[in-house]
């Protein structure tokens, strides 16, 4: 799911970047340190859309660092249990499928495709109907249901299933 | 992370945007935030019985973990003022566990794992039990019943296609690499013969800047792969690192055909200077291998097929203590018609064969194991052979390398000269046995001539390999 809220954070900033550009410096390292990190409570940033307020900076004793509050506003992406989502196929094996939505990978274990699906040796491994009309290869797009969730520095990991009305594939590449 | 570093506070927004996902989430996923409960990794799932907004900080410092710690603190406070409220507390709790175990139906036996979290249920799992399979995916790991139960499936999958299993090393099977500072002067040239990356389908030497290091195919193995890919589902298993294990694999298989997500390295392995079967997702009997190193199989020698080294550089020949010129500093190569690897592909669409077609009537007990010992013995058959001076006087004759090998090949081995003797296996032609050779008209060759039987697996021309040739 994607959020659109206001984080705070206490950027420290070295005195070489003080002058007419410091609020520039601030949001251009804000950006740096911050979109593309996860953080477990709030998922995924996926970018930072607005400056809400940089407070006023506070030496820190000895270094000559500053350190400024700065309020920001940005759009962060969580996936959760119990969750729709829809993803890309990246790997399909024995064991199952791997998909991803944007940071996050998913993987749907065999346990969780529906049994009347079979895997399919060969140059483009498959799980396919046994009257072949619904195939899951690499590059398919699916729809599952997120039952597990974790959240590293840089990655997210899930446990997805499609065995469950209304889930997988949604869009089948082969016959695009 | 800086992002936990350079911020130690937060601000009251991010504690707006939880407990709104806590409302949001909680109630449409109750069961879920259920088995969090009961995940025995929640330590402090009853220690803040409140969320005031200083714990809320340091939660925002912590992982996952917490956040879903959190989540079912909070869980658990509604729950207790539910009880509170109407004293019906046992009907709300049920139904949760209800809830859940129309999820995973029975107990979760947690076959496997990605990122720590069950593969079945996605509960998180503080063990880590089971083998991991890096190679496959980056944080999957699989317990035993579940590789069983894998290969099992597997198995009839693959003998519907016909197709057996086979892994292949890299180094000195199907190519031979070197450092570019232990390239020598009459290696020099080589440099201005590299093969672009771009297209690497054409090449077979090429120059990997990035790793310092030169790679040189073996002559042949591009039909080699492509026509043993239509009888076996193949893996590469080396003792090189990852990185190198890619970078190998792109270059032999630039269309990504062969080996896809099955490629293993020594990060891999589950013991140290050791290759083994446990990591492959294929049933022992379905297995062959070729490697020039017999002591990395010590579990699977029988699924072994032992191939002639391939030394194309100088490093490579120096490295096995061989002081002769190498094949690059000579400017020539293996045959590609009669090397290695197309003697070997002989053996395998040989050992395919009897396997699908000549077994057919005993499905289930076939063994390639077998089948390879038969094709083997049949490679010296019909010779019996003598060694002369080729053991020391003093050890046991037929506990000797040469003793077993000729053996394993067919032929029988004895100490005694008779009339039914054909081979008289020596280093030198002045042996009394060798003259007894030469008298009753029976081949004379170097222990080499057993050798090559067992790297070609082809009785070879004893001439190739007689006595006087040599000097000693
Ligand atoms: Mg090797
Ligand atoms: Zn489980």
């Known amino acids: ?176 | 992370m800086s992002l936990v570093t350079d911020s130690p506070v937060h601000s009251s927004s991010s504690d707006d945007f939880a407990a709104f996902l806590d409302t949001e989430l909680d109630s449409k996923s109750s069961a879920s935030s259920a088995s969090d409960d009961e995940a025995p990794n929640q330590h402090h799932s009853d220690s803040a019985a409140s969320s005031s907004p200083d714990q809320d900080k340091e939660a925002e410092e912590d992982d996952d973990s917490d956040f879903q710690s959190k989540r079912v603190k909070r869980s658990k406070v509604e729950t207790l003022e539910i009880v509170e409220d109407d004293g019906g507390a046992a009907s709300l709790a049920s139904l949760k566990h209800n809830s859940e175990v129309s999820i995973s139906k029975e107990i979760c036996t947690h076959p496997g794992s990605f990122g720590t979290m069950c593969i079945v249920c996605g509960q998180l799992l503080d063990g880590e039990s089971g083998v991991t399979f890096g190679y496959i995916h980056k944080g999957l790991r699989l317990g035993n019943d579940e590789i069983v139960r894998l290969r099992n499936t597997d198995m009839k999958n693959l003998l519907r296609h016909k197709k057996l299993y086979l892994i292949l090393d890299l180094d000195h099977t199907l190519l031979n690499s070197t450092q570019l500072m232990h390239m020598t002067l009459d290696e020099e040239y080589l440099n201005g013969q590299t093969a672009s990356l771009q297209d690497v389908s054409k090449g077979s030497l090429f120059m990997l800047s990035s790793m310092q290091m030169m790679t040189k195919l073996r002559p042949f193995v591009r039909t080699f792969l492509k026509e043993a890919s239509q009888m076996f589902e193949m893996y590469i298993y080396t003792m090189g690192d990852r990185a190198y294990a890619l970078e190998m694999a792109k270059l032999l298989d630039p269309g990504r055909e062969y080996f896809n997500a099955k490629v293993i390295s020594r990060d891999d392995g589950t013991q140290r200077h050791q290759k083994g079967l446990d990591v492959v997702l294929g049933q022992e009997s379905a297995v062959l291998i070729l490697d020039d190193t017999e002591n990395a199989w010590m579990k699977h020698k029988d699924n072994l097929i032992l191939m002639e080294r391939y030394h194309f550089f100088a490093s490579s020949c120096h490295q096995f203590g061989f002081n002769c010129k190498s094949l690059s500093e000579q400017n020539t190569d293996e045959s590609e018609s009669e090397g290695a690897l197309a003697s070997i592909l002989k053996v395998l669409r040989k050992i395919h064969q009897i396997f699908f077609e000549e077994l057919e009537e005993n499905m289930d007990g076939r063994d390639v194991r077998q089948v390879l010992k038969t094709v083997r013995k049949d490679v010296l058959k019909g010779c019996k052979i003598v060694f002369s001076r080729v053991f020391p006087t003093q050890s046991q004759a037929n506990n000797h390398h040469l003793w077993r090998m000729a053996e394993q090949l067919g032929a029988t081995c004895s100490t005694e000269l008779d009339p039914s003797v054909t081979h008289v296996v020596s280093k030198d032609s002045g042996t009394e046995k060798s003259h007894w050779a030469s008298k009753h008209n029976k081949f004379l060759v170097q222990p080499g001539w057993i050798e090559a039987a067992n790297y070609f697996w082809q009785r070879q021309p004893e001439e190739n390999f007689s006595v006087n040739q040599i000097k000693n």
């Open chain 1, 1 to 176: 799911m994607f959020f659109h809220i206001v984080l705070e954070r206490n950027m420290q900033l070295h005195p070489r970047f003080f002058g007419r550009n410091l609020r520039e410096n601030i949001v251009s390292k804000l950006m740096k340190d911050v979109e593309g990190t996860c953080s477990g409570r709030h998922g995924f940033v996926v970018a930072i859309t607005g400056i809400e307020n940089i407070g006023k900076g506070l030496i820190r004793d000895g270094t000559g660092f500053v350190t400024f509050p700065v309020k920001y506003q940005c759009v962060v992406f969580r996936p959760f249990k119990g969750e729709i989502l829809e993803a890309v196929v990246t790997m399909v094996n024995k064991m199952g499928f791997f998909a991803e939505a944007g940071p996050v990978q998913i993987f749907v274990s065999n346990h969780l495709i529906p049994d009347d699906m079979e895997f399919q040796t060969g140059d483009m491994p498959n799980y396919t109907t046994s009257d072949g009309s619904v195939k899951i290869q690499k590059d398919s797009e699916v729809r599952l249901k997120i039952i597990g969730t974790r959240v590293d520095a840089t990655e997210i990991f899930c446990i997805g299933t499609i065995k469950d009305d209304f889930l997988g594939v949604i869009n089948d590449p082969a016959n695009a």
